[in-house]
């Protein structure tokens, strides 16, 4: 027996240092034949690449909120393509990023002479589009408001109000915000809390330092029942100072003149809300009771920034000094991730936010930085704030003679290049879902043939109701572009009422 097992033992032995191996050597055997054709695939075959992003790409992002979600394969101007070569209209830009236009040379070419002198530098180290971008930024915001401060790098826009919120909790020590209604600032987990949409925050529990959110001067949907500015804006205004009149508010503390919140978030003209434009003299009143009451005001220029509205900051229109500007987005033309926050120096000198206070490993990335100089550089040379607002004002005239013929189109307005038309019944207010959703879709899929030609339109719709065409082209469209869009928006409206989906 004990012979036996022995010789068993020494079997299994050499039966599992053979299969190890054997398996070894079938791994990489294995790993190989799968591998080379898995790279010689040619990805024409949009059905089958579809069906595999189905099984291994997370629906958590936002491209299956399509129900057919599209393929493009090449993006120039203000065009993408599609892999017929089809060109489609680009009227929301990435969401407001190709600010300057999709494969814009002069940002390309400064990536590409970046990828061939310093493509990495780990972030630990300095470079010099680094300092000079952040110069660039200092120096734009100090000529426009007189303030001096220091700017702080990240990747993304809401990883940068994750930031600007360190910096807040750090200067003020409160954790609690206020915010705006319809205001968006990104889907991590602090600027979920500042986000006022519940839908982005009801599926991962609690948010305890939620923000309370104020409801923003949208002046065609004020709940006085009145389209007058000044009546407007009186009315928003008065809901934020009630705030403020007796410590059963909730929010305040006469016997200390201390409030419970830190800061003030808000975007200048609201992005995701429906690109609304707020009363003149709105921000100026709101500024002056949070100066009264030791409140931060933390503008976030992530989506209006970058002259989308024909300033490089926004808030530029509104007459108020920021504390904090957070941006990202357009500040690369959407070539690499970067973004970032500018704080007055008093909230950020090194003492009170110091090294490691807050940071990423890709944070002031050379390429991102190298882009976001070209971009800086490109708006120092021409006259953008002239250039936007006189083809705003172009396509704001194009939309308002829709307006006249549609009666579904409740409201037009803008700044800038930041357009919206809003879509209602018949009565020209109901908000109208279906018709903004159906122009989409139908923008896409649609074979629309303008002079013989089949072209596409690409839109991105906003607003509380989800019934705003959200209009950002690129700064560099053209006027025969503006045109096309005129036209193209003409058919699908129409189509969209005579033929729904
Ligand atoms: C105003 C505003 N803030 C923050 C963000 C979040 O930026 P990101 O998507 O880069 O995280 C966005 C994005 O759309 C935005 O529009």
Request: aromatic share 12%.
């Amino acid at each position: 027996m004990k012979g036996n097992n022995k010789a068993a033992i020494k079997s299994n032995i050499a039966t599992s240092d053979f299969s190890q191996k054997a398996s070894r050597h079938d791994l990489n055997h294995d790993d190989s034949i799968p591998l080379n054709s898995f790279f010689k695939d040619t990805f024409e075959d949009e059905t089958k690449l579809l069906e595999i992003e189905g099984k291994v790409c997370s629906y958590g992002d936002t491209v299956h909120y399509a129900k057919n979600p599209k393929f493009f394969t090449k993006s120039l101007g203000s065009y993408l393509y599609d892999s017929k070569e089809k060109p489609y209209l680009d009227l929301q830009m990435w969401h407001s990023v190709a600010n300057l236009g999709y494969a814009n040379k002069r940002v390309n070419d400064a990536v590409k002479d970046q990828i061939d002198k310093l493509p990495q530098v780990p972030s630990q180290f300095l470079h010099y589009e680094k300092v000079k971008l952040a110069q660039a930024i200092a120096e734009s915001v100090e000529g426009r408001f007189g303030l001096k401060g220091r700017v702080h790098f990240n990747v993304g826009g809401a990883q940068a109000i994750e930031d600007a919120l360190k910096l807040v909790r750090r200067n003020t020590g409160k954790q609690h915000m206020f915010a705006f209604e319809g205001g968006y600032h990104g889907r991590t987990i602090g600027a979920s809390a500042i986000t006022s949409s519940y839908r982005y925050r009801e599926p991962f529990g609690e948010f305890a330092d939620r923000a309370d959110f104020i409801p923003y001067p949208y002046s065609f949907r004020c709940p006085i029942g009145s389209t007058d500015e000044n009546a407007c804006e009186d009315y928003y205004v008065n809901f934020f100072e009630r705030k403020f009149e007796h410590e059963y508010a909730g929010v305040w503390n006469p016997k200390t003149n201390k409030c419970e919140f830190g800061a003030f978030f808000l975007e200048p003209v609201q992005g995701t809300g429906g690109y609304i434009v707020p009363p003149k003299n709105y921000f100026k009143r709101i500024e002056k009771i949070c100066r009264e009451h030791g409140i931060l005001i933390v503008v976030d220029e992530i989506h209006m920034g970058f002259y989308r509205t024909g300033k490089l900051w926004s808030i530029e229109h509104f007459g108020i000094k920021p504390d904090i500007i957070v941006f990202g987005k357009a500040l690369t033309n959407g070539l690499n991730p970067l973004s970032g926050f500018w704080a007055r120096e008093e909230l950020i000198t090194p003492e009170i936010f110091g090294p490691g206070s807050t940071h990423s490993t890709y944070s002031s990335n050379s390429i991102g930085t190298a882009a976001g100089l070209e971009v800086m550089k490109i708006f120092s040379e021409k006259d953008y704030s002239k250039i936007v607002l006189e083809k705003g004002d172009y396509f704001l005239k194009l939309l308002k003679r829709l307006q006249l013929k549609y009666p579904e189109i409740g409201h037009v307005g803008g700044l800038g290049l930041a357009l919206r038309v809003e879509l209602c019944e018949l009565d020209g207010f109901t908000p109208n879902r279906k018709l903004a959703e159906d122009i989409f879709r139908f923008g896409l899929d649609d074979q629309i043939k303008i002079d013989g030609k089949e072209v596409g339109l690409i839109l991105a719709l906003g607003g509380y109701y989800k019934n705003v065409l959200t209009l950002a082209p690129s700064l560099e469209i053209t006027y025969k572009e503006m045109d096309l869009a005129h036209d193209i928006l003409d058919i699908l409206i129409t189509k969209a009422k005579t033929k729904p989906i």
